[in-house]
Nanobody, 120 residues
Framework: QLQLVESGGALVQPGESLRLSCAASGSDFDLYSIGWVRQAPGKERERVSCIESLHGRTYYKDSVKGRFAVSRNNAKKTVYLQMNSLKPEDTAVYYC?????????????WGQGTQVTVSS
C-alpha cells in the first residue's frame, strides 16, 4: 500500500511556474506508475500527466504538452510536476495518484490534493 502527500500548490500569475511534489510512503515505490490528475471547480476530474514505473515513459494531456514535465526520484520516493507558462485554465486542485503497474492505468491510491490558482 502507498500513501501520497502532495505539496507545492500556490497562487501564481499567468506565465509563472510552479513545481508540485508528491511524496510517497510505503514499499516498492519504484513499481508504481504515478500520475497527476486535476479537478477544477464545477468540472470533471482530468488526467494531466503520468510517468510509468518500468520504462519511465511519460504522458501528458494535450493542453499541457510543452509546458508541464513529470519526473520521479525513486530513491526519494517522490514524483514532481514542473509546470511552466501557467494559464488561468490550469487552476484546479492537483492530485497525485498511483497504481501498482508497469503502465499508467486506473489509479488505486490518491493523495489529498494541492490547490493551484493562476490569476492576475
Amino acid at each position: 500500500q502507498l500513501q501520497l502527500v502532495e505539496s507545492g500548490g500556490a497562487l501564481v500569475q499567468p506565465g509563472e511556474s510552479l513545481r508540485l511534489s508528491c511524496a510517497a510512503s510505503g514499499s516498492d515505490f519504484d513499481l508504481y506508475s504515478i500520475g497527476w490528475v486535476r479537478q477544477a471547480p464545477g468540472k470533471e476530474r482530468e488526467r494531466v500527466s503520468c510517468i510509468e514505473s518500468l520504462h519511465g515513459r511519460t504522458y501528458y494531456k494535450d493542453s499541457v504538452k510543452g509546458r508541464f514535465a513529470v519526473s520521479r526520484n525513486n530513491a526519494k520516493k517522490t514524483v514532481y510536476l514542473q509546470m511552466n507558462s501557467l494559464k488561468p485554465e490550469d487552476t484546479a486542485v492537483y492530485y497525485c495518484a498511483a497504481v501498482f503497474s508497469d503502465y499508467c492505468r486506473e489509479y488505486d491510491y490518491w493523495g489529498q490534493g494541492t490547490q493551484v490558482t493562476v490569476s492576475s
